[in-house]
Each structure stands twice: as C-alpha cells, then as structure tokens.
C-alpha cells in the first residue's frame, strides 16, 4: 500500500475544475448541526444506497425492464445500436459519462471526514462508518473496470491541493490495494447479517463483495498477462488467495444457504428472510418507492437469450449436448427444455408456459415469441426469469414490487470454486461444498474431479483450460445468467475470441416462432436456418488491444496533461 496520498484531480469530474469547487458538498444539510448521532450517519450514507446495484439493470421505465447481461454474447437487447460490448467500442473518448462516479467518491470522502463527530451508541456509529469505507470501494471497482489505472484519493482536497489536483493515475493493483483496505477496515467496523436487515449492508456483504473484487483482479491479471493489460510480473494469485479465502469467510460463517427453488428466487415480492439472500432491494408500489423497478409483466421485455447460451445448459444425465444421448435438439421450443438441466425452464419461455393471471383468475398462456418490432425478443429466447406472472390489481399490468437480488450465496459458491481451481488448489471436497450444491438444489448430478466428460463444443477463450475450469464457468454462467455479470466475466477472462468476428444467433425458425404482430420481412436467418438478427450488421469487430478498458475523456486529458490515456485510445 502506497504511503503517500494521491488526490483525484477535480478535472476529472463531469465538470470543469472552476465549476465543481463552487458546488456546494453536501447540499441543504447545515455541516455544523450535522453528523452528530449515529442517525445523521445513517442518513448521509443512505444516499449511497441508491446506487445499489450499479449498471446491473438499465433502460427502466413504462413498463419495461430489459435484462442484466443485455448486450453481452448470453443477452441481447432489441436494438442493433445497443450491440455487445458497444460502450467498448465507441470511437470517442470524449463522453464524461462514465466519470460521473468520482462525484460519489467526492461525497463518500466528505462524509468521512466528518463521522468522527457523532456521539453516541458505538457499535451504531461504527457500522455506518463501515458503509461509507465500502461505497468508496464500491464506486473505486466500477472505475477501475472501466479504466484499470486510476488516482488514489481517500481524503476531502481543496482547490489549493495543486499537488494532487495535476497527478498521474496509480497503478490498477495499487488501486485494488486500496478498495482491499477499505473493504477490510468495514470488515472490522460493520455488523453481522443477524443484525442488520436484508436491504442494509453486513460485515458478510462486505466479505462476498472483497470475494468479488479480487476475484476479477486475480483473473484479470492472470488472464491479461503480457499484455498491454496486464500488470507486470503478477500472474493474479495473491488477489486469487484473497477471494477464495473471502468466499470462505462467506461460508464458514453458517449464516447462508441455498433456497430450495431456483426460480422462484427472481420473482418475489418481499425477500426477507430467504436464506440465500445477502443484500436486496424491496419496493412497494403502495409506499410510493417503486419508482424505476417496473417489470413488465405481458412481455416481451426489449431482450432475448442467444443461442449460445441456451446451449450451455447441460442434459440431465451431466453430460453437455455435444455427446449426451438424451439431448433431443433444439429445433422446437416445445421439446428445448427436455431431458435438460431444470435452470433452463426457469430461464425462458415456451409455449404453453403461463403468462400471466388476471386478480380474476384468468390464466393466459405463452404462445410464441415477438422477434421484430417494438419490445421484441429479437432472438426468439423470452426470459422466464424475473417474471412474476400474477398480475397486481393496484399496479396494473406490471410487477413493480419485485425484489432485487444484489448478493446471493450462490456467487459466493461460485467464486470460492473459481479462485481455488485457478489456484490449483481445488479439492473434491471443495466442489462439494460449492458448486455441487448448486447442482444438488436442481437435481442435477454434481462433478468428480478426474471424472468429467470432455465436450468437444467447449466454448473458445482464445486459449486452454483445465477440464474443470471449463465446467466452472459453464455452471457459473448458467446459475448467474442475465444477472449483470457476464460483460465483467468476458473482460476478466480477456474471452474476445468467443464473440469477435461473429454475429450472435437465436432460436431456430420454423413455422409458428412469431406471432401476427411479427413481420417476416425482418426476419434473418442463417445458412442453418437459426435467427440471426445482426446479419445485416456484419460481424462483431473487438479490438482486444484497445476495447478492454475505454478511453479517458479528452477533455479531462486537456485539462490534467499529467494523465496517461489508455492504450490504441
């Protein structure tokens, strides 16, 4: 850890320098009357809430709520214009939108400055200190995936901070360094999950959040190794240690478990007490606080699974589809679900599914999917998962109370198995106690070690891996799917050659795959007959020496020269 502080230049913000000193720090709150009892703490932390969970859901409103994941090879949204990994691949780097965070990191700064004042109850003080070091980590992990190299800043600076306002961006690892302290000081500050609610953080929240930080810096480094990416001489395995030896934290601490149906976990109203669960948002249309979590409940909803996804569920007897003889093809929705792993069924839609119950009892049922047009599912996969089907007399045809899942167990599972089959470290008893039990939850028969059946359609990263790295990530990316954390998966694993130079495709055509508000006019399908809805568009065109982090504002550069743009920007 650096000894010296390094401060964010203000030049950085969305804002010019002039403009952002003139703003007032905390608007509408007298300083000198505030931050005096543990309620002023939770108050002012309280504003961070809102921004849980970043990026993960995009594009509410009217109705309509496209999935997580939109845009990535698992999820595609409606619109050829939000093509996968788009944001990657913007020709300008002069959108300060992506900036926007240090201004939380600015008021995350002030507000610890300020919480040694409060008085009062001292395991309550504490805690909401603890907050504020985890919004700062938190707001930190989303910068440093988009622009690897940031300043290190950790104190409130003024205009007179010209030392700090003009320096050079750290190092990733000094940067991860420092969300790692931050997350550890919460650690030693912050309450149990037995003592603070499902929608407020907990010192194991923090613990699966480190899991998950140093997770992606562990792969990122072992994985963009020699690289322009990469961080010289680290091949990731101390920040691999650090996330498996969090996850464990997470486990060890018999505070979790798995709930019994996987698919009834997406869709509920009001998830307190659900055993799986360690952080979510709840709302209540009635209360007024339902604003922007408007699901839409007669579907489409602007996003459709690929085929590729689809393709990773494995068949019932553990074997993938390339070489299981249960596999009965997937040229009909009707029979795609058949002899497949049960998370598959509760991931899409097909005829027959329930689509909705009117408050009188009415039951309409799923007919086929909307592949053109407004709203359409343009690969022909509806999404199952999120939907709750029974339509709400005070909210209309839309499920605008259900929950969000912000952490769950099941990732902390899956990260404890990654990091420790990365490590080499990977024991049967590992698996057992990880990712088995998350096969075990859906009947699904759970992985031997030196047992694992070779699939010769295994997904190309660019380059090999372990047998069990390989089920790994299939599992991970089947129970975490359209969770909104697949585009971190494919920049930390540096997975370009899955996607690049490809158009993704969809369900097989044949007749009665659209409905009478489809035009067959735009429909495109490959030589195979199977949707290809971005035919027209060419191939993706990812540039793996550029497009893993985006570009630093121009403007920004201009005003600070000392900054380093990142690299073929």
Not at 251 to 262: E, I, R, V
Request: aromatic share 12%; charged share 25%; glycine share 8%.
């Amino acid at each position: 850890m650096r000894t010296s502080i390094k401060i964010l230049c203000f030049a950085f913000l969305i804002v010019s320098c002039e403009d952002f000193l003139e703003r007032p720090p905390i608007e509408l709150i007298d300083e000198a009357e505030f931050f005096q009892t543990p309620a002023d703490l939770q108050t002012a932390v309280n504003k961070f809430y809102n921004d849980l969970p970043l990026r993960r859901w995009a594009g509410v409103g009217n109705g309509f709520s496209g999935l997580p994941d939109n845009n990535s090879d698992m999820v595609l949204g409606e619109s050829v214009s939000n093509r996968l990994l788009g944001v990657y691949e913007t020709p300008t780097a002069a959108n300060d939108q992506e900036w926007a965070r240090w201004d939380e990191i600015r008021e995350v700064n002030y507000y610890l400055e300020r919480v040694g004042r409060a008085e009062g109850n001292e395991a309550d003080i504490n805690h909401f200190i603890g907050e504020g070091y985890f919004f700062r980590a938190y707001y930190y992990f989303d910068l440093l995936k988009r622009y690897g190299d940031l300043p290190i800043i950790d104190q409130e600076i003024s205009n007179l901070d010209e030392d700090f306002l003009f320096a050079p961006r750290d190092p990733r690892n000094e940067v991860v360094d420092f969300m790692l302290s931050d997350l550890d000081t919460a650690i030693g500050l912050m309450k149990s999950f037995t003592e603070a609610p499902i929608s407020r953080l907990s010192v194991e929240a923090v613990q699966f959040f480190k899991a998950r930080v140093a997770l992606y810096e562990g792969t990122w480094e072992r994985y963009h190794n020699g690289t322009v990416f990469g961080v010289e001489g680290s091949d990731g395995s101390t920040y691999l240690q650090i996330a498996a030896d969090a996850a464990r934290a997470v486990m060890d601490s018999d505070l979790f478990s798995l709930h019994g149906d996987y698919g009834s976990l997406f869709n509920q109203s009001g998830i307190t007490g659900n055993s799986e669960i360690l952080l979510a948002r709840e709302y209540d249309f009635n209360l007024g606080n339902s604003t922007g979590n408007d699901l839409q409940i007669g579907w489409p909803n602007r996003s459709g699974y690929t085929r590729f996804a689809i393709r990773s569920y494995l068949c019932t007897d553990g074997d993938p589809i390339s070489v299981s003889p249960l596999y009965v093809g997937d040229q009909d929705l009707a029979t795609i679900e058949s002899n497949r792993d049960p998370r598959l069924a509760a991931t899409i839609m097909v005829p027959g599914d329930i689509q909705r119950v009117d408050p009188d009892g009415t039951t309409t049922a799923y007919e086929a999917p909307i592949i053109t047009g407004n709203n359409a599912a343009i690969t022909g996969y509806e999404s199952q998962k999120y939907r709750d089907v029974n339509i709400d007399g005070d909210t209309g045809l839309f499920t605008r109370n259900t929950s969000r899942i912000i952490m769950r167990y099941a990732e902390a599972l899956l990260i404890y198995a990654e990091a420790k089959a990365e490590l080499g470290t990977l024991s049967q008893a590992d698996l057992d106690i990880s990712v088995n039990l998350l096969r075990s939850r859906v009947g699904m028969p759970g992985i031997t070690l030196g047992a694992i059946t070779v699939d010769p359609d295994w997904p190309n990263y660019g380059y090999t891996l372990s047998d069990i790295l390989y089920e790994i990530r299939r599992e991970r990316s089947v129970e975490l799917m359209a969770e909104g954390l697949r585009l971190d998966d494919l920049m930390r694993w540096r997975a370009h050659e899955l996607f690049n130079g490809r158009t993704p495709k969809g369900a097989f055509y044949f007749d009665g795959i659209v409905d009478s508000t489809s035009e067959l006019s735009e429909v495109f399908l490959d030589a195979d007959d199977y949707l290809d809805p971005f035919q027209n568009d060419g191939p993706y065109n990812f540039d793996p020496d550029r497009a893993y982090l985006i570009g630093i504002p121009i403007n920004e550069i201009d005003l600070n020269p000392n900054l380093e743009q990142n690299p073929g920007w």
